[in-house]
Structures are given as C-alpha cells and as structure tokens.
C-alpha cells in the first residue's frame, strides 16, 4: 500500500512539473531544475509499474494460465 501512496505522489509532482514547464514562465535555470526533478519522478513511477507488471504476471501464472499477453504488446481499443 505504501507504494501505492509513493507512486500516486510522484505521479502528482510529475503532472506539476509537465504543467510548470508547459506554462512557460520559468526561467531557464528553473527549467533546467524541474526537467531534471521530472526525470527523476519519470524513472521511479516506471520502475514501480514494471514490479507491479511483474507481480501481475506471477500471479497470472499461478492461476495456471497458459498464456501471457505483455502490457507492451496490448493495443487499446478504437473508438
């Protein structure tokens, strides 16, 4: 659960940065800094959603299903 709270966290600053960057009035020092902080978050929200892809994955397999379709590899629906 504590993940769960970190990840929707970083996600939120994240989300924050992509707005202060995309408002454009930072300078290009402050900009700079936020990129770097934005990467950083990017990384580690990335890195726990490939766990819980993993997770998922095992418990699949411990269901007994035969076949695995990777996150990757799934296509979202047409509208």
């Given at each position: 659960?504590?993940?769960?709270?970190?990840?929707?966290?970083?996600?939120?600053?994240?989300?924050?940065?992509?707005?202060?960057?995309?408002?454009?009035?930072?300078?290009?020092?402050?900009?700079?800094?936020?990129?770097?902080?934005?990467?950083?978050?990017?990384?580690?929200?990335?890195?726990?959603?490939?766990?819980?892809?993993?997770?998922?994955e095992q418990l699949?397999?411990?269901?007994?299903?035969?076949?695995?379709?990777?996150?990757?590899?799934?296509?979202?629906?047409e509208k």
């Open positions: 659960m504590k993940e769960k709270i970190l990840f929707e966290e970083d996600l939120k600053k994240l989300q924050k940065i992509v707005e202060d960057l995309a408002g454009g009035k930072l300078t290009l020092g402050e900009s700079l800094k936020k990129y770097e902080e934005g990467v950083k978050l990017a990384q580690s929200c990335s890195l726990t959603l490939a766990e819980a892809q993993r997770k998922v699949m397999k411990k269901e007994g299903k035969a076949s695995l379709e990777k996150f990757d590899d799934i296509q979202p629906e």
